[in-house]
């Protein structure tokens, strides 16, 4: 289906090739994940599969890579739509219509084909992809899951032979993203097509996947994704936690480490239940945060919500809504897709205001604050991150910053040095790795002290190591005695990061508790440790690992 022969790619600003001597043969019905650390050249490889690298990206290309035949050196993309489709991170950004029927035949109008057959494909497509019922609504009004699905059916009406995805689940919860992977998979079993998966949550995707694309600096190697795993050092958790309990095997399901867990299980019923405040990983910051983290308020600055309620128009998204984050703490909200936390966070910035309720940090009611005031109190970090960048260098984002802030130059390159050190002070913000971008973002958003700092979906993009480092920022923050929030639907990070979770559905406060008591207990959102181990309570392979260290010493 897919031949690429001696495949490299460099770009001008660029001294090494971001891939060299690429190559792989990839079959049809059968899914592909790639995966690797940010930069490492995936995106590159995807973009060359159908032609956009180097056409729309610039650079110069040796090799070829033939896709049913096909050299993607003589097609132009829209030559190759009717063979490979690519599917972008973010749907809702591609939609060009306003119902689910309209966008699944808009590719079929751009083809030109006649009116019954387009009929035909899109009744094929929807009955494929569960869509049926949903034929209708408007696309606005979806879930993240269903826009998902609509944006694959758009695709796949075409009759492409393969699927390209970027990170499909990212923006998903655990439930809406098992019924996309569920679609995919109906797609590589029952229509034979080849599904190609670029994803860094390797916990989600790798027990659906036949092949492993790792792609290493630019080197790419292919294989079995149980072998090629016990050699990578990006793994998911449940091949953490069999190399910390020495499992005879690679674990690439919840199922198969839990048949090969019942020694563990027995050594951790001897060393007893986990403690209801688990160990994090070490801690190492030189954050120039100081105690002023609090100087905004008059004590702990801790972040409440008393009976609030907010919307839009005549739709109530969240209702009568109370909760606490206490200062020095992480504080996880967490829900399923449209539960009301991307409502909840308008709020806490200041974008909308409550219909009732109120909103204090410390002594402060939030909502009485001017826009400036608000923002030295508690700042925010969108899920897209690079949306608050609009210079053309680093340097000049972390002046400016400075100066928005009242605060000494230097001030905001100091914050970014401690969180990534050795990011060039010329460096474009669009050529930063997504972990570089977001540690920039964050670095601007600390700048001016601020007593509570959030981040919205921050692991989006981001790979295993990247995950650990912000974490470990995370917790300097809290232990500084700032209050930290994080929204996100990264089971695992939050695991990893949470000193208490907040569990919203329906615009409604569901659960409030430590990591321990809401991701060990949950059947939706437990971490994959807490699924091998149930009932036991723990939650990642660092806990259980540190727990074994102890019984052995």
Request: one cysteine or more.
């Amino acid at each position: 289906m897919i031949d690429i022969q001696h495949l490299t790619v460099r770009y001008k600003q660029t001294d090494a090739p971001v891939l060299a001597d690429v190559n792989a043969v990839i079959n049809e019905g059968q899914l592909l994940l790639v995966t690797g650390r940010t930069g490492s050249g995936k995106s590159t490889l995807l973009g060359a599969l159908n032609g956009h690298v180097p056409r729309f990206t610039g650079g110069i290309i040796n090799g070829r890579v033939l896709v049913d035949g096909r050299d993607t050196a003589d097609y132009h993309p829209n030559e190759l739509a009717d063979v490979i489709g690519v599917v972008a991170q973010d749907p809702a950004r591609a939609f060009v219509a306003d119902t689910v029927e309209a966008e699944l035949a808009f590719g079929l109008e751009q083809l030109g084909l006649a009116p019954a057959v387009m009929r035909t494909r899109v009744e094929e497509t929807m009955d494929i992809l569960g869509l049926a019922d949903l034929r209708d609504r408007a696309l606005t009004s979806l879930s993240g899951g269903q826009q998902q699905r609509v944006a694959i059916g758009a695709v796949l009406a075409t009759g492409v032979r393969a699927l390209v995805l970027d990170e499909p689940t990212s923006a998903l919860d655990p439930v809406s993203s098992e019924d996309v992977l569920a679609a995919l998979m109906r797609l590589v079993h029952d229509l034979g097509l080849l599904v190609i998966i670029a994803e860094h949550r390797l916990e989600r995707v790798i027990a659906y996947a036949d092949q492993l694309m790792l792609v290493e600096s630019g080197r790419v190697r292919v294989g079995d994704p149980a072998q090629m795993l016990a050699e990578s050092a990006l793994v998911p958790p449940l091949v953490e936690l069999g190399r910390v309990a020495d499992f005879p095997q690679v674990p690439l399901s919840v199922r198969q480490a839990r048949a090969m867990a019942g020694g563990l299980r027995h050594r951790l019923a001897i060393i007893g239940q986990p403690a209801s405040t688990f160990p994090r990983q070490p801690v190492v910051s030189k954050m120039p945060i100081g105690s002023s983290a609090t100087a905004t308020t008059s004590g702990p600055a801790n972040l409440h919500l008393a009976n609030v309620s907010l919307g839009y128009g005549e739709q109530l998204v969240v209702d009568n809504c109370s909760w606490q984050a206490q200062a020095g703490q992480v504080t996880v909200l967490m829900g399923r897709n449209g539960s009301g936390k991307s409502t909840l966070l308008l709020a806490l910035a200041g974008v909308m205001a409550p219909r009732r309720g109120e909103i204090r940090l410390g002594e402060q009611d939030l909502t009485a604050l001017s826009g400036r005031a608000r923002r030295r109190a508690l700042r925010l970090v969108p899920q897209q991150a690079g949306d608050l960048l609009y210079l053309d260098s680093v340097a000049a984002e972390c002046a400016v910053a400075d100066r928005d802030a009242d605060r000494p130059a230097g001030r905001c390159a100091a914050i970014l040095e401690s969180l990534v050190p050795g990011i060039p002070a010329g460096r474009h913000p669009r050529d930063l790795s997504e972990g570089q971008r977001l540690a920039l973002v964050l670095a601007i958003q600390l700048t001016p002290e601020p007593a509570a700092i959030w981040l919205d979906e921050p692991t989006r993009g981001l790979d295993y190591p990247a995950k650990a480092a912000l974490a470990a920022q995370l917790a300097a923050l809290a232990a500084a005695g700032r209050q930290v929030g994080v929204v996100t639907h990264d089971v695992e990070f939050a695991a990893a990061v949470a000193d208490q979770i907040i569990l919203l559905s329906a615009g409604e406060v569901i659960a409030q508790d430590s990591a321990q008591a809401v991701l060990g207990s949950s059947a939706l959102f437990a971490s994959q440790v807490a699924k091998v181990l149930y009932p036991a309570g723990w939650l990642t392979p660092f806990q259980v690992g540190q727990a074994l260290a102890g019984d052995h010493d």
